[in-house]
T-cell receptor, first 111, second 115 residues
Framework: GQNIDQPTEMTATEGAIVQINCTYQ??????LFWYQQHAGEAPTFLSY??LDGLEEKGRFSSFLSRSKGYSYLLLKELQMKDSASYLC????????????WGAGTKLIIKP | GAGVSQSPSNKVTEKGKDVELRCDPI?????LYWYRQSLGQGLEFLIY????????KSGLPSDRFSAERTGGSVSTLTIQRTQQEDSAVYLC?????????????FGPGTRLTVL
């Protein structure tokens, strides 16, 4: 079956660094997405990885290891506004518009 | 507008009534998706439209749920004989075939409450 696992909830301190992990077991792989969703709002696109390695975008970085079925989202210099849920999603086949979604990780930032 | 829009933003209905939820995707986007999200949960895929192809309805939870997309643009999700377990936020997203990532752009959602 298709499965994506993320921790349910994480807590971190303002100014610190946090790593949110995502592991996946899918029939195929053609890209992994991270989305941010603030409470009561729609998800917004953060990052996309299709090749192994680290993609950096400002304070946010995303890493992928296809052989391990593993990704993480790294958030640096945490700000209170980073409190949100972070959703991991996988496209399992090329040209497949549908994504397989994880349940999301709720990140709580404390001062 | 530049983004995906949905209406209404909130809908409260009585059990057994029918409801219609509307989605206006980003202009030119060929793919449109409907999801359901219960409080504190991830996204549950419902249905997906791509151009003129037959929609993928594999995620619809029962035959009370249906959706259509007129003219390759606006979509309506209809829930007949609503039940309390249908209460959730219904999210619509669109994407553009051939874009760098085919990432999905989400609308603000419709919060449905069935009393």
């Amino acid at each position: 079956g298709q499965n994506i696992d993320q921790p349910t909830e994480m807590t971190a301190t303002e100014g610190a660094i946090v790593q949110i992990n995502c592991t996946y077991q899918t029939s195929g792989f053609n890209g992994l997405f991270w989305y941010q969703q603030h409470a009561g709002e729609a998800p917004t696109f953060l990052s996309y990885n299709v090749l192994d390695g680290l993609e950096e975008k400002g304070r946010f970085s995303s890493f992928l290891s296809r052989s391990k079925g593993y990704s993480y989202l790294l958030l640096k210099e945490l700000q209170m506004k980073d409190s949100a849920s972070y959703l991991c999603a996988v496209r399992d086949e090329p040209g497949n518009y549908q994504l397989i979604w994880g349940a999301g990780t709720k990140l709580i930032i404390k001062p | 507008g530049a983004g995906v829009s949905q209406s209404p933003s909130n809908k409260v209905t009585e059990k057994g009534k029918d409801v219609e939820l509307r989605c206006d995707p980003i202009s030119g986007h060929t793919a449109l998706y409907w999801y359901r999200q219960s409080l504190g949960q991830g996204l549950e895929f419902l249905i997906y439209f791509q151009g003129n192809s037959a929609p993928d309805k594999s995620g619809l939870p029962s035959d009370r749920f249906s959706a259509e997309r007129t003219g390759g643009s606006v979509s309506t999700l209809t829930i007949q004989r609503t039940q309390q377990e249908d209460s959730a936020v219904y999210l619509c997203a669109s994407s553009l075939w051939g874009s760098s990532y085919n990432e999905q752009f989400f609308g603000p959602g419709t919060r449905l409450t069935v009393l």
